[in-house]
């Protein structure tokens, strides 16, 4: 099956569409118009940017390039998270970065190696497609824990500086942050996948569709991207918070400023 | 003594906030800081908890002068009430047990009884234990936070404030109870003329003539 290409006309016609959110951007005083217009035009330049060294590191299909791939995304996704989420850089980029970079590594190891069994797990199409999703998807979920969990706990000292004071150990003062910051960072998620197939039909499962699988493969790509993203996010908060948090404590389990 | 502030100086980002300041606190006794917001009440509680380092002195609990080293053995001798908490997702039932679910005083879990009997002492409703902290008023959430500290069984409470949001029958019964405990030795910060004269210590910030007693 075929899928049916898209002419430039076409996709012309699809940009007419977002003359209503903008007509209404404009017409509520909300300010957005101009930021929707040059988050559209970003987002077409990059894709398209996309679709051309996708097209290159497809034809390659080396490794290495595509270990360099992960590692220059990984460094851009680090570049993301610490602006979104205001924290100290000097103190977060290597617990970011290691985050990021040991949580795709398990999962891809797992998907790719023991799941899809493939020969080479490096393989451009796959490596690169999964890789991409899961790590766009963890940097999100991340972003909000970081920003939960340490605005909080600044937010709120006198509530750690209780629980130090009447007998906890770092690990158990913070435990109160740790989980908010997990429950507003996999809240969406669960949510998410509770009604996954009822009120929202899946990208990845969508694609595969057009793209021409069959219902029961996109369906179990689909079920097994959604399990990746949701393990990688844990890996990546859990790796995250817990590195950053042996250099952000003293001896006397004060901290500074994040 | 039970506690000894040996020439303490405190100050931040350079800026000296309390020079040479000495004094020594015994079991039983009932001290009070007094001075202006910013004085450096709560900074010496927090001499006392770890979390302010003298810039020099000393201080020393059961003659063992705290360091990096025993900070946390010290913290379990004491109870601490911040003058503010939040604890906002919690329930006051689950903001109670928190404490007990510390390692370190997992031994000392209270039953329900000793909790509802500190409640009444304190002037707090049974029902309350089912609220969550977010709907107690802020006399309410006081007493709740001296309950937990009370439940630790600690020989040396530290209080910040610990009658500024009470109402003066509230005020009454809270330091009715704590000043009828002999055996217990209180540090408080405070600004209420009723609670630092309860006191039968006062270090009065901006009088270093009130320092050594």
Known sequence: METIDISWGNLFLGYLLLGIPLWAFWYYHTGLVRETIVAAARMTVQLFLMGLYLTVLFDLNNAWINLLWLIIMIGVGTGTTLRRSELHWRKFIIPVTVGSLISILIVDAFFLGIVLRLDNVFDARYFITISGMIMGNSMKHNIIALNVFYKTLSRNKQDYKYCIANGATRREALQPFMRQALKLAFNPQIATMAVMGLIALPGTLTGQIIGGSSPDTAIKYQILLMLAIFVACMITILITINMANRTLFDEWDDFEKF | ?213
């Open chain 2, 1 to 213: 003594m039970l506690i000894s502030f040996e020439n303490i100086s405190i100050g931040y980002n350079g800026k000296p906030l309390l020079e040479g300041l000495s004094f020594d606190i015994a079991a039983g006794d009932k001290l009070a800081l007094k001075g202006e917001s910013g004085s450096g009440k709560t900074s010496l509680l927090n001499v006392v908890t770890g979390f302010v380092r003298p810039t020099s002195g000393r201080m020393l609990l059961h003659n063992e002068e705290s360091n990096q080293d025993n900070i946390r053995a010290l913290r379990r001798q004491i109870a601490y009430l911040p003058q503010q908490i939040n604890f906002s997702d919690y329930d006051v039932k689950g903001f109670l047990e928190l404490p007990f679910t510390f390692s370190a005083n997992k031994s000392i879990r209270p039953d329900r009884e000793k909790i509802m009997e500190l409640f009444a002492f304190l002037g707090l409703k049974p029902g309350l234990i089912d609220n969550t902290m977010q709907d107690v008023s802020g006399g309410e959430k006081q007493r709740i936070a001296l309950v937990s500290c009370l439940l630790l069984e600690r020989q040396i409470l530290l209080l910040d404030e610990p009658v500024s949001a009470l109402d003066d029958a509230s005020k009454k019964l809270v330091m009715d109870y704590l000043f009828s405990q002999k055996e217990l030795t209180i540090i408080s910060a405070s600004h209420d003329a009723d609670w630092v004269t309860r006191c039968n210590k006062v270090i009065n910030l901006h009088q270093p003539s009130s320092w050594k007693q």
